[in-house]
């Protein structure tokens, strides 16, 4: 939601009818994720004079937010694992967008701290990654056939890729229900 001057993460409680504010720091806080357990929001917060960097915050407002990326380079919220140990995103590149993994070490008892982050995915405009409910796959969104065609591949390998759209296909998302793509 925005106020024109900041644009700011709500959750919506359906039971209270109620939203609750979680971003409130200076900034652009944009595409929030959950976590797995549904106890954290991951977004991308452009704070002044900075590029866009991953954070998450506890869903419920309160607690501090956590860093989880430091880049120069501006960076989008991706899709976290169902094991909650690995947060796959979007970063500019030269060649439009990377998808990189984040690893996640610890716990919740011990805290959660970011890992470094690899590559995934580049030499195209690789975007939208969407993990399986069962971890085992990944789709994405990618040019590289030209127009905009969604893929998927095993997580986390080895193995090849599958073309699974053949009329263009952009931001993937898996049934919870079925065992389908959509």
Do not use: C
């Amino acid at each position: 939601i925005s106020d024109g001057k900041q644009t700011d993460v709500w959750v919506y409680d359906w039971a209270r009818d109620a939203l609750t504010r979680v971003t409130l720091d200076p900034g652009e806080h944009w595409m929030p994720v959950w976590t797995p357990d549904a106890r954290h929001l991951t977004f991308r917060w452009n704070q002044p004079g900075g590029p866009p960097n991953l954070y998450r915050r506890p869903a419920d407002g309160g607690g501090d937010v956590q860093r989880l990326t430091t880049s120069p380079t501006s960076q989008y919220s991706g899709a976290w694992h169902p094991s909650g140990k690995t947060l796959a995103f979007q970063v500019a590149s030269n060649t439009g967008s990377d998808l990189l993994l984040l690893p996640m070490d610890g716990n919740e008892a011990s805290a959660w701290q970011p890992g470094k982050p690899t590559t995934f995915l580049s030499g195209h405009a690789d975007s939208s990654p969407a993990f399986s409910p069962d971890g085992r796959w990944i789709a994405y969104q990618s040019n590289e056939s030209g127009p905009n065609q969604i893929y998927v591949r095993p997580f986390p390998g080895p193995g090849g890729k599958w073309m699974i759209s053949t009329d263009g296909g952009t931001f993937p998302v898996w049934s919870r229900a079925r065992r389908e793509l959509l």
